[in-house]
T-cell receptor, first 114, second 111 residues
């Protein structure tokens, strides 16, 4: 069966420091991969999605970036964090690009920028 | 474009009460419809889904029927439990490459 893992689960970072969140999917090949952010008490915001290695689409301009160095690995990065980057970050995957199939989420990563 | 309008929360119910969370959508074509649940401090889990008109998705006592004529996918449960306390998201999978989510509804069930 397919599984998705992301880490770290929790981190506290100072303003201006770099960020790296990692996500891996097992049990499937060529998945569509997504990074979402959920600010406290608010809905989901799609940040990036990827349909293949090296193919990244950005939904919202910001100081975050994403990379997909391997088929089942998706990384969210920042060179300099802002206070407004605090939130709950969710990695997700789906089996096709039509949008009609289920998206499966990881456990989430809590980021607090201080 | 595609959009999802979800009942505003928070919703507070007593244990064993009947639950309805409204969800309506706007989409071209024939989207798939989903309900996800997020328990405190966790990621989202798929609760149920329906892929065509008149389909009923069900899971853990929750149900939702895909109503094309009213463009709705309301979530219902006959008797809620304290363990159902969570945030519920309605979502639509249509022409875009990713799901379109509603804003979420916080449900609190009191003993």
């Amino acid at each position: 069966s397919q599984t998705i893992h992301q880490w770290p689960a929790t981190l506290v970072q100072p303003v201006g420091s770099p960020l790296s969140l990692e996500c891996t999917v097992e049990g499937t090949s060529n998945p569509n991969l997504y990074w979402y952010r959920q600010a406290a008490g608010r809905g989901l915001q799609l940040l990036f999605y990827s349909v293949g290695i090296g193919q990244i689409s950005s939904e919202v301009p910001q100081n975050l970036s994403a990379s997909r160095p391997q088929d089942r690995q998706f990384i969210l990065s920042s060179k300099k964090l802002l206070l407004s980057d605090s939130g709950f970050y969710l990695c997700a995957w789906s089996g096709d690009e039509t949008g009609r199939n289920t998206i499966y989420f990881g456990e989430g990563s809590w980021l607090t920028v201080v | 474009g595609d959009s999802v309008t979800q009942m505003e929360g928070p919703v507070t119910l007593s244990e064993e009460a009947f639950l309805t969370i409204n969800c309506t959508y706007t989409a071209t074509g024939y989207p798939s419809l989903f309900w996800y649940v997020q328990y405190p401090g966790e990621g989202l889990q798929l609760l149920l889904k329906a892929t065509k008109a008149d389909d009923k998705g069900s899971n853990k006592g929750f149900e939702a029927t895909y109503r094309k004529e009213t463009t709705s996918f309301h979530l219902e449960k006959g008797s809620v439990q304290v363990s159902d306390s969570a945030v519920y998201f309605c979502a639509l999978g249509g022409s875009a490459r990713q799901l379109t989510f509603g804003s979420g509804t916080q449900l609190t069930v009191l003993p």
